[in-house]
């Protein structure tokens, strides 16, 4: 074939452009299993690059809200970076803990995010464009599967920590994060066992702090005929603050 090649400088020229054209194919071309999401990484954009946070909302050079899911995807291989990732499977009787890494910053007398609008984990440029705060959530994952972009969210679970890696100090940060959830029982909800006569102590961490003289919070949101504030035993943290708790 090389002989050929050499021996004739036309089919050289048409041959190289053609095999050329073939690697750019193929190598653009994503297969991503049914059990994975890909994340997307733009490497250059002629909006140019984001100047805030890390996602880029419009267009822009580097990590896009959306996630490819399973299946056949076409993104030309110098312009684009993929990501794959496994899903986020929260399994029976067990929950899961979010870290958002993009948004508003958290205020200094706030704990947790809110997520009063920002609530779809699965939706990172509505969770952003709602007004969604960088830090760990109120809001958890109850079982089931889940496609999320682990560039802006790390899902903190018991069988471990799931995220994309931005930064070597990443893994320091989230699995001292998942030990302190596995020392405190985190991640199985909490049965208080009425035979046994047992009852739950709960401290809360945030929210407006106790009058001065007080050491035990006034009982809020406990009304079931009021939705709009019913937390059902502290199981809703929106609304349990909400009531003034």
């Not at 706030?110 to 990172?124: E, I, M, S």
């Not at 005929?225 to 349990?240: G, K, V, W």
Request: glycine content about 10%; overall charge negative.
């Amino acid at each position: 074939m090389l002989e050929l090649l050499s021996a004739n400088p036309l089919l050289s020229l048409i041959a190289v452009p053609v095999v050329l054209v073939v690697v750019y194919i193929l190598g653009s071309i994503r297969y991503i299993p049914n059990s994975k999401v890909a994340i997307i990484d733009k490497r250059f954009s002629p909006r140019g690059s984001i100047t805030n946070g890390i996602i880029a909302l419009n267009g822009e050079a580097g990590y896009q809200p959306l996630v490819l899911r399973g299946g056949v995807h076409f993104l030309p291989m110098f312009v684009y970076a993929v990501h794959v990732q496994p899903l986020v499977i929260i399994g029976q009787g067990h929950l899961g803990y979010v870290f958002a890494r993009d948004g508003l910053p958290l205020p200094p007398n706030q704990t947790l995010a809110d997520n009063t609008k920002a609530d779809d984990f699965g939706d990172v440029a509505a969770f952003v464009r709602n007004g969604g705060q960088r830090g760990p959530q109120r809001k958890l994952l109850r079982e089931g599967t889940y496609a999320i972009n682990l560039a802006q969210f790390a899902v903190i679970t018991e069988r471990g920590v799931l995220y994309h890696r931005l930064e070597k100090a990443d893994d320091q940060v989230f699995n001292a994060m998942a030990q302190l959830l596995h020392e405190r029982w985190g991640f199985v909800p909490v049965v208080i066992q009425g035979a046994d006569d047992a009852i739950g102590i709960v401290t809360v961490h945030d929210g407006p702090s106790l009058s001065d003289g007080q050491i035990i919070a006034p009982i809020c949101g406990d009304d079931p005929t009021n939705t709009a504030n019913y937390h059902a035993s502290f199981q809703d943290p929106e609304r349990f603050l909400r009531a003034g708790g």
